[in-house]
Every structure is written in structure tokens, then in C-alpha cells.
């Protein structure tokens, strides 16, 4: 009866919808991240969003398209300075993360009064997310989870050899740059409920239980799902009944499952 009540609430279906998109978009861009060892990337767009984010606020639009757009810039940006330097992506990603945080603030410094919409996005609301937001977070996951799929054999190549990627005659810079955008947009989908603090948890959690289990490829990238879905909807509920922040009480219970699935691989 409890989660028959759980359910009769709009805005618990509607956070249930979107995290169980964003569960199986980022835990299955996460499974690439773990391959290239770009845990920082979702933590750094994460946080450069602050600004797309500060100009919507300032200018009076939706924050979230605007930080979509922000992300990609980045992500567009990072891969150009990439290609061009000797500098690697954490350094660069570092610099524009940076400066564009300090920017977001201070353009937060520009607006008045309390903005909610500002706290959502650090934190994370299960509170926050509106019709709107599910349609944007539904056609961007059906548009990357599709190319995702379709090129899932070049991602696996291009993530353990460059090199091997092109013998293979991999289109490796427009793939790479595919990726870069795919993780932006993603990370900043996920700052409606883990919050900008957070994000990146969900990106590194589930591949990371899952690695612990599997040992092909196919059954990693499906077991991430599996358990990604399962940390967010049980932390959902936990946020519910005990009246919890519904992002940390995620990622927290993705540390506890990890954890116990440690020691329980330990102990086998």
C-alpha cells in the first residue's frame, strides 16, 4: 500500500521516468569512461555547466537546454584543444572547468533574490523535474543510446587502441568527438536529480559493480544497467519514505552496493 501511495504522486513518477533514462544512459557512456580512464570528465563538464546554467537564470530561460548547449561548447572546445596541443584532456578539461565555474559565479552574483532552480541543479531535486525535462531527457537519451548501439564495436576499439582503431579504419577523431558531446549532454541530463556535486557518481558506480561480476564485454555493459537502475530507483524511494536528499541518497547507496560487493568478492 505504501508503494501503491508512492506511486499515485506526480513528481515521483516523473523522477522514476527520468532516472530510469538516465540509468541506462549513463552507466552505459560509464562502461567508456572506465575503458578510457576519464573518470574527471563528467566531473568537469558537471561543474562548467554552472555557467550555461547562470546564464539562463540571468537572461530568464529554461536552465536546461541552455546548459546543454553550454556542455557540448565545452566538449566541442576540449576535443579541438586536444588535437592541437600536447596538453592531455584532464589539464584541458581542468582549465575549462575551472574558468567556467569561476564564471558561473559570478554571473550568479548578478542575479537577485533566492533562485531554487539554481539549488536544484548543485544538489539535485527529485522536486525539480518537470514535464518539459522528461522530454528533453527522453529524446536525448533515445538519440545517443541509439548512436551508442550502433557504434559500440568502433567505441570499444577506439577506447582500448587509438592506434589499432585506425588500422581498423575507424573514424576516430569524429567518434571521439561523438563521445566527448554524448558524455556532456548526458552528465548535464543527470545534474536534474544527482545535482552538479554528484553527477559523476552515477557515471563511475554501476560499471564499476558490474565489473566485479562479469567478465565479457556484452554482459559489463548490461549488468551496469541492471544495477545502475536498481541503486536509483531504491534510492528514490529511500529519499522518499525518510525524507532524504534524493542525490546524495543515491550515490550513497551505489557506494554501499559496492562496497558489500567487494566484500563479497573477497570473501568468494
Known amino acids: 500500500m505504501i508503494l501503491l501511495e508512492f506511486l499515485t504522486l506526480p513528481f515521483m513518477i516523473r523522477a522514476l521516468i527520468a532516472g530510469?533514462?538516465?540509468?541506462?544512459?549513463?552507466?552505459?557512456?560509464?562502461?567508456?569512461?572506465?575503458?578510457?580512464?576519464?573518470?574527471?570528465f563528467g566531473e568537469g563538464i558537471a561543474h562548467a555547466?554552472?555557467?550555461?546554467?547562470?546564464?539562463?537564470?540571468?537572461?530568464?530561460?529554461?536552465?536546461?537546454?541552455?546548459?546543454?548547449?553550454?556542455?557540448?561548447?565545452?566538449?566541442?572546445?576540449?576535443?579541438?584543444?586536444?588535437?592541437?596541443t600536447r596538453l592531455s584532456s584532464d589539464t584541458i578539461l581542468g582549465i575549462f572547468f575551472t574558468s567556467s565555474m569561476a564564471l558561473g559565479v559570478i554571473l550568479m552574483n548578478q542575479t537577485n533574490g533566492y533562485q531554487p532552480e539554481l539549488i536544484s541543479f548543485l544538489f539535485g531535486s527529485i522536486l525539480?523535474?518537470?514535464?518539459?525535462?522528461?522530454?528533453?531527457?527522453?529524446?536525448?537519451t533515445a538519440v545517443i543510446m541509439s548512436w551508442l548501439l550502433r557504434?559500440?564495436?568502433?567505441?570499444?576499439?577506439?577506447s582500448l587502441s587509438e592506434e589499432q582503431a585506425l588500422v581498423r579504419g575507424i573514424p576516430v577523431g569524429m567518434q571521439t568527438l561523438l563521445l566527448?558531446?554524448?558524455?556532456?549532454?548526458?552528465?548535464?541530463?543527470?545534474?536534474?536529480?544527482?545535482?552538479?556535486?554528484?553527477i559523476s557518481a552515477l557515471l563511475i558506480l554501476p560499471p564499476a559493480i558490474s565489473r566485479l561480476y562479469?567478465?565479457?564485454?556484452?554482459?559489463?555493459?548490461?549488468?551496469s544497467i541492471l544495477f545502475s537502475?536498481?541503486?536509483?530507483?531504491?534510492?528514490?524511494?529511500?529519499?522518499?519514505?525518510?525524507?532524504?536528499?534524493?542525490?546524495?541518497?543515491?550515490?550513497?547507496?551505489?557506494a554501499v552496493v559496492f562496497f558489500l560487493s567487494l566484500l563479497l568478492k573477497a570473501r568468494r
Open 20 to 40: 530510469a533514462f538516465l540509468g541506462v544512459l549513463l552507466s552505459s557512456l560509464g562502461v567508456f569512461v572506465a575503458l578510457r580512464r576519464m573518470t574527471f
Open 49 to 84: 555547466s554552472l555557467a550555461g546554467i547562470a546564464i539562463a537564470l540571468l537572461l530568464g530561460f529554461a536552465p536546461l537546454p541552455v546548459a546543454i548547449l553550454w556542455a557540448i561548447l565545452i566538449a566541442v572546445l576540449l576535443f579541438i584543444v586536444e588535437r592541437r
Open 128 to 140: 525539480s523535474v518537470s514535464v518539459n525535462d522528461l522530454w528533453i531527457i527522453g529524446v536525448f
Open 151 to 158: 557504434f559500440r564495436g568502433h567505441l570499444t576499439f577506439l
Open 180 to 198: 566527448y558531446i554524448a558524455l556532456s549532454v548526458a552528465t548535464v541530463l543527470g545534474v536534474k536529480i544527482l545535482g552538479i556535486v554528484l
Open 214 to 223: 562479469t567478465k565479457s564485454f556484452h554482459s559489463h555493459l548490461l549488468w
Open 229 to 254: 537502475e536498481m541503486i536509483i530507483f531504491s534510492g528514490l524511494l529511500l529519499s522518499y519514505f525518510y525524507d532524504l536528499p534524493s542525490g546524495a541518497t543515491i550515490v550513497l547507496l551505489g
